[in-house]
């Protein structure tokens, strides 16, 4: 296991997307500067996607224009067709992070069309960015599909060769409705890495099931450098029915401290960020060590 893991944090976007009030682009931008204060260093700011499908990404453009480029941050944004592409290119942010659904029927009803043609659109766009910006991948519901089930390995390796044959920045499997499990999160990542051992490999888990952080150490075992997390823990698709929360930044950089690990993350920073964010979504957030706390430091008596 390496002893450092990079944190990207989605509260900007995966976050706030499946939110009933949307927040205004200038409490987004502070969003991402407490991140940054905090000690993260990428973060997906939004997503170029239709505002009559995704509201809550209405203000995209407004998004990136504003955020604070003189850092040392990179910043992404969620393509899910050409279009975005182009707007992501635009906005001259660090990344795109384009999105292909292991599964046709989920990929039609996320991006109207089946999953060969957003394969053949991310090729298209990393032809096009090449110089320009980084062109990630990311294979959604790589662990299970809310209206096909069960995603066989042989599947998502058909997707993974058809991505990496356009060689992309980097390549995200998403556990995009918290189905996984430690030993399907091995599985994958082992058959990717035998595959292509030399791929940057980065997981988006959610813990609908309670399972989200078993399933991040399990991919860290297997070789998985990058985690995507969301201070509070808030976020979803909506897309996707009962597709909750992903996993908590302040709780996976707990785990990962007291580990042993770096992450280079302030755990107080993070904690502050998130009770910050769920005031501005006035509901409570998931959560756990934004509640609990970091580890006692002693003097307390029961």
């Not at 990393?126 to 299970?144: E, P």
């Not at 356009?166 to 082992?190: C, M, N, Q, S, Y």
């Not at 756990?288 to 307390?300: E, S």
Request: glycine residues 10%; proline residues 4%.
């Amino acid at each position: 296991m390496s002893d450092f893991v990079e944190i990207i944090e989605v509260s900007a976007r995966d976050g706030i997307q499946n939110e009933s009030k949307i927040l205004s682009s200038d409490t987004k931008l502070e969003l991402i500067q407490r991140g940054i204060n905090a000690g993260l260093r990428r973060f997906e700011v939004t997503s170029f996607v239709n505002p009559k499908r995704v509201p809550q990404m209405a203000d995209a453009d407004e998004v990136a224009a504003g955020l604070p480029r003189t850092t040392d941050a990179r910043f992404i944004g969620l393509t899910l067709n050409t279009r975005g592409f182009e707007r992501a290119m635009t906005a001259e942010l660090d990344e795109a992070n384009f999105v292909v659904v292991a599964s046709d029927t989920f990929n039609q009803r996320n991006q109207g069309v089946p999953t060969q043609e957003s394969i053949n659109a991310f090729a298209k766009s990393k032809a096009r960015g090449n110089g320009k910006i980084d062109v990630g991948i990311t294979i959604g519901a790589a662990f299970g599909c809310p209206f096909e089930g069960e995603v066989p390995i042989s599947r998502l390796m058909q997707v993974v060769e058809g991505c990496m044959a356009h060689d992309p920045f980097e390549l995200a499997l998403a556990d995009t409705i918290g189905v996984a499990t430690p030993k399907d999160v091995k599985d994958r990542v082992a058959a990717v890495k035998n595959a292509f051992p030399d791929v940057r490999l980065r997981l988006h888990l959610h813990n609908t099931r309670n399972t989200g952080f078993a399933n991040a150490w399990a991919g860290i075992e297997a070789g998985a450098s990058s985690l995507d997390a969301s201070l509070g823990g808030v976020g979803g698709c909506p897309f996707a029915p009962k597709a909750t929360g992903n996993i908590a930044t302040e709780d996976l950089v707990y785990m990962l401290d007291r580990s042993g690990i770096r992450t280079n993350v302030s755990l107080d920073k993070a904690i502050e960020a998130a009770k910050w964010l769920e005031k501005q979504l006035e509901k409570t957030a998931p959560g756990m060590v934004m509640k609990a706390g970091g580890f006692p430091t002693g003097g307390q008596t029961a």
